[in-house]
């Protein structure tokens, strides 16, 4: 053992001391600045975008639109129904320009109240009449007083209407409760300019309540599955404690730090997958060409402790690294971005849980190490076979960068249950383990299809049968071929 | 009788359908420089491969100290110290820190390092990159590396090619020292005769995989013989005396008088002719007794590929 290992130190103190390492590791680093460059220089570019978009006056549109509602009616020869819309829609715009709202913002509560006037205006009917009147009046009340609190006390007042009346189940009833609750609690809607992802999450809680509620999934109007209603349940869990914690989802991307986070570990693994693959994929071919593989084959070490030993300095090279870039890019996402840090937010045992963002990071780093690994072992194994550093490389870094392509091709035509073995559709553990953070920026995770839906566990054994099938080659083949 | 370290016993290996090497046995013993001699092609390169378990033999036994190499590989290897064709370190790293990895692997302390150091003469050029070395330095620093852990045999592979004739002295004076002081046994191979008759005490001539011959290098002066080529004027005088004189048949090459004497009896060879008047133009010792055993073994040379 201790001699196995004194030959693991020397192998990364070679490894180490070659100039070529450095570079790679040079051009980890500046991967990971480039990354952050491009945000921020995205950053800009969108600021500057809604600065533009900002320029438009929505009250000059809205005066325009009044103004030819009003000149059409002066002119006259409509008909007795469009003549009333027209007004209808004259005087809803006066309120919108009187209380200086955006009329295209439709969930913003004072829009909601005057769309719900106005709706009421064109609705009333002679035997209701007093009472719309009144619902009018007390709407209007609201929107003078600026009174939210109030406007959500109306609200669930009305759901409970509903309820007795029996116009809506108990199970509606909860549900919009539910919602109401966390609207009047988190202010939602309350002011024009705030971050829009609480609106989207709200209205998301709502469509996942229906589908849960009806039996019928929503999204695909199939009927919903126990385990798409278990994801449901949970998904409403988390959603309640993102607005209860102000934490925005991942997939965010207003957020330009979660855009950092995202395109840094997938560029950053990527470049670290390459420089894996260049060193483990000349470990032994080099030394081959070079002769140096007989400084350790002289040593009183059986050949599988050499190979043994320099495959520990490779996964640790990875191991390193990735820590590495993992901090760095915690310090990074730290330093340079205003917006909180995104934790991980899971569902267990039905309460939710979450993974501080240092730790997640560090996590999720390690985990995208695993295909790495299987990239380097893939490398090692064709260096100890042909002997070629250039052979060995490059078909790596071919299969490396080329596996997601064939297999998204192969995948949408062949529809045999062996596709699901085969280790490249198998390589995307990083989201069978968080679940929850949905990756925009990969492919293969994006396209779910058949081939790659496999479980955690069954992704695990295709790779470590593969991982096993690699070693067994390559300790065979450098066992007992000829060093000339 | 000195003690055996490494011992070949019909050693057979074939590359395809060519026999390299075909029951080949030998013994080093302790404390002695045995040259390898043979031609290109023929086996040297390959037994010592073989040796060092670089490449796997057909058949046989070879054992170093006692250990089998092939069921005791890593006990035998704990005795050797070898460089095979070039010394291979690597080139990015320092002298010193190309010692310091072979000193890790062979658990060797840092004062054993100097000494090593010390030994070979790079002490003062230790921490310059091996890249800058010439290629005197990398052998001694190949030399140094196999030295670390104290072997009692070094296998040595071609160590005088492409060195300078100041590096092969150096050189031979380091494996003297280290043989018949320190009794490690030293196997060189090599092709270039006049080097290894300077350097060994006993050499083995390798033809077609096989040892030709093994012959002793004479060392004591009493036994010495000296091979003559005398060049004089009056040709049929000088054989006469020859003849008459020394009891010798000697041979005419070209118009040269070819003869083998003791060394002892030159001075007294040289003054008779010149008595006798032969008119002696030149009297040049040939020092190529080991080539003569190297073209007897391998019939001239014919044999090479």
């Known amino acids: 053992m201790s001699k196995i290992f004194r030959l693991f130190i020397d192998e990364n103190i070679k490894t180490w001391k070659k100039t070529s390492t450095k570079i790679l590791l040079i051009v980890i680093i500046l991967a990971l600045f480039g990354t952050l460059a491009l945000t921020k220089f995205m950053q800009k570019i969108n600021d500057n975008n809604e600065s533009i978009s900002s320029n438009y006056d929505w009250k000059e549109g809205l005066q325009e639109d009044i103004n030819y509602y009003k000149e059409q009616i002066t002119i006259g020869g409509l008909d007795e129904t469009t003549r009333k819309e027209f007004e209808q829609l004259i005087s809803t715009y006066e309120l919108f320009l009187q209380y200086d709202v955006e009329p295209w913002n439709n969930t913003f509560w004072k829009a909601e109240i005057i769309t719900q006037i106005a709706n009421l205006q064109v609705n009333k009917t002679e035997n209701d009449e007093a009472n719309t009147e009144e619902t009018i009046q007390n709407l209007t009340e609201i929107l003078k007083n600026d009174d939210f609190a109030k406007y959500m006390e109306m609200q669930k007042q009305n759901v409970t209407k509903d309820y007795e009346r029996g116009t809506i189940t108990k199970q509606e009833y909860d549900d919009q409760m539910t919602i109401l609750d966390l609207k009047a609690k988190y202010e939602i809607g309350k002011s024009s300019d705030e971050e829009y992802w609480r609106r989207t999450l709200l209205s998301s809680i709502e469509a996942m309540q229906k589908s849960i509620r009806t039996g019928i999934d929503q999204e695909t109007n199939k009927v919903l599955t126990a385990e798409s209603k278990q994801k449901y349940e949970d998904t409403i869990k988390m959603d309640i404690y993102r607005l209860e914690h102000n934490m925005a989802p991942t997939q965010n991307t207003e957020n330009s730090r979660t855009v950092f986070e995202l395109l840094a570990e997938n560029f950053v693994m990527a470049v670290i997958a390459i420089a894996a693959i260049v060193i483990a994929g000349g470990e032994i071919s080099t030394e081959v060409s070079n002769g140096t593989i007989k400084f350790w084959a002289l040593t009183p070490n059986k050949r599988w402790k050499i190979l043994l030993a320099k495959l520990l300095s490779v996964l640790f090279y990875i191991l390193v690294i990735t820590i590495i870039m993992a901090l760095l890019s915690i310090l990074c996402s730290n330093l340079f971005f205003t917006e909180p840090a995104n934790e991980y937010i899971y569902v267990e045992n039905g309460t939710v849980k979450t993974i501080a963002n240092a730790p997640y990071t560090i996590e999720k780093y390690l985990v995208k190490a695993i295909p790495v690994v299987i990239f380097a072992l893939f490398a090692l194994m064709l260096s100890t076979i042909t002997r070629n550093t250039a052979v060995s490389v490059s078909f790596s870094v071919a299969t490396y960068m080329g596996n997601g392509m064939v297999m998204a091709i192969l995948n949408t035509f062949i529809k045999k249950d062996w596709i699901r073995y085969i280790p490249f559709n198998n390589l995307n553990i990083v989201d069978k383990i968080f679940v929850n953070s949905p990756n925009p920026i990969s492919i293969t995770s994006s396209v779910s299809t058949f081939a790659t839906s496999t479980s955690l566990e069954f992704s695990l054994a295709v790779l470590g049968v593969c991982a096993i099938l690699m070693l067994v080659t390559m300790f065979d083949s450098f066992n007992h071929r000829d060093i000339i | ?305």
């Open chain 2, 1 to 305: 009788m000195a003690n055996t370290v490494l011992e070949l016993k019909n050693v057979n290996k074939t590359f395809g359908k060519r026999k390299v090497i075909s029951n080949l046995s030998l013994e080093v013993k302790e404390g002695e420089i045995f040259g390898f001699l043979g031609p290109n092609g023929s086996g040297k390169t390959t037994t010592i491969k073989m040796i060092l378990r670089l490449i796997d033999m057909d058949s046989g036994e070879i054992k170093v100290a006692g250990f089998d190499t092939k069921k005791q590989f890593e006990k035998a290897m704990e005795y050797i110290g070898a460089i095979v064709e070039n010394p291979d370190l690597y080139k990015y790293m320092t002298g010193r820190e190309n010692l310091k990895l072979h000193a890790r692997i062979r658990n060797v302390d840092s004062e054993r390092k100097e000494k090593v150091l010390d030994l070979v003469g790079l002490k003062d050029r230790a921490n310059e990159k091996v890249g800058k070395y010439s290629l005197g330095m990398k052998q001694r620093l190949g030399l140094a590396l196999t030295l670390l852990h104290k072997p009692k045999i070094l296998i040595l592979d071609e160590p005088t090619n492409g060195l300078d004739p100041a590096g092969i002295k150096l050189l031979r004076d380091i494996l003297k020292q280290i043989a018949h002081k320190e009794g490690v046994a030293v196997f060189v191979s090599s092709h270039i005769l006049s080097e290894m008759q300077l350097m060994c005490d006993k050499v083995a001539v390798l033809d077609n995989g096989n040892v030709v011959k093994t012959e002793e290098i004479k060392v004591s002066e009493q036994e010495k013989t000296e091979t003559l080529d005398i060049r004089v004027k009056e040709t049929e005088k000088a054989i006469k005396i020859i003849k008459d004189k020394f009891k010798i048949e000697p041979k005419l090459e070209e118009n040269n008088i070819v003869i083998t004497i003791e060394t002892e009896k030159v001075p007294i060879l040289i003054k008779e002719l010149a008595t006798a008047d032969t008119q002696i133009m030149a009297v040049i010792p040939r020092e190529h007794s080991l080539e003569d055993i190297f073209f007897d073994a391998t019939e001239g040379g014919k044999n090479n590929e």
